[in-house]
């Protein structure tokens, strides 16, 4: 274990990917911040990876509040000293077909998915500008590539989170690396959201085929890990098995 890692802050700590992801970066030596609403969760998982040797810490996070997510990065820097990676990762997919109407679960998606990227990305760009470097890391789906019925919004919030990355990359200057992180069905706590029956039962046929999370951290430890030059742009991880 080096101490001399990056530190990288993650949204959407407290279970699936980002959980996976804590635990693989902090076994690879870096400083995680960790954030999400569940901060008894988080707890537990900073006393995990401080007991394995690791370097964490925890801060209750709303990814849909700008100042949240500023004072999130900040605590980063004031920690550790710096901000050298955010994994914008905090996401709902709550899905149900448009003719469903469930207006507030679509502002949800928008809320977290979309705005909460934009906020991660305000909160830390003026601090990796400064720095002269930093790794905005964003994890899209492989549902920013194609849509699906019951998915139109979640779909959507993913084709703007691709959108969005790929802009950043290009206003980057050089100093400033972007990578989309896009995974396919992945074991997490994701669709447990879904209030919609008809959706709720498709997911398990459609989910029944599934990575660990570890493999979506694995990915992420991946292009972190890159030189200073190197900018891993776009990741696609699907289970070998699963055609879409
Ligand atoms: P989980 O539901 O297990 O994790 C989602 C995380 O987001 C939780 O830690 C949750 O924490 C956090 N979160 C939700 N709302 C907020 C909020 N307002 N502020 C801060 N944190 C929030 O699902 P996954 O691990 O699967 O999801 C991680 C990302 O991966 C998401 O962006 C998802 O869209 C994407 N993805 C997942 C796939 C999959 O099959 N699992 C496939 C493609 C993409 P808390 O509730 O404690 O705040």
Redesign the pocket.
């Known amino acids: 274990m080096t101490q001399t890692g990056k530190v990288v802050a993650i ?10 992801t804590a635990l693989r970066l902090a076994a690879d030596g870096h400083r995680v911040l960790l ?5 008894d ?2 707890e537990r998982l900073t006393e995990k990876i401080i007991g394995e040797g690791g370097t964490a810490a925890f801060r209750a ?5 700008a100042q949240d997510t500023r004072a999130f990065v900040d605590a980063a820097r004031a920690e550790f000293g710096r901000i050298d990676v955010l994994v ?6 709550p899905l149900s077909p448009l003719e469903a109407l469930k207006t507030d679960e679509w502002d949800r998606m928008i ?3 979309v705005r ?1 990227v934009l906020h991660g990305i305000a909160a830390a760009l003026p601090a990796m500008r400064a720095q002269g470097a930093g790794h905005i890391v964003n ?5 920013a590539y194609e849509v699906s019925p019951t998915a139109a919004v ?1 779909c959507a ?2 084709f703007a ?1 691709r959108a969005i990355s790929e802009g950043l990359r290009q206003e980057s200057g050089g100093d400033l690396r972007v990578t989309l992180v ?12 879904i209030s919609d029956p008809a959706a709720r039962e498709a997911m398990k046929t459609y ?1 029944a085929v ?2 660990p ?1 570890s493999a ?1 951290a694995d990915a992420i430890a991946h292009v972190v890990s890159q030189p200073p030059g190197v900018d891993v742009n776009e990741v696609i991880v699907r289970p070998s098995a699963s055609a879409r």
């Open positions: 949204t959407g700590a407290s279970s699936g990917i980002g959980e996976a954030g999400a609403r569940r901060t969760r988080l996070l709303d990814v849909t509040d914008n990762n905090a996401g709902v997919m809320d977290v998915n909460g994890i899209a789906s492989v549902g979640y919030t993913k989170v896009s995974p396919g069905v992945t074991e997490s706590e994701l669709a447990d959201s989910r599934a990575l999370a979506i």
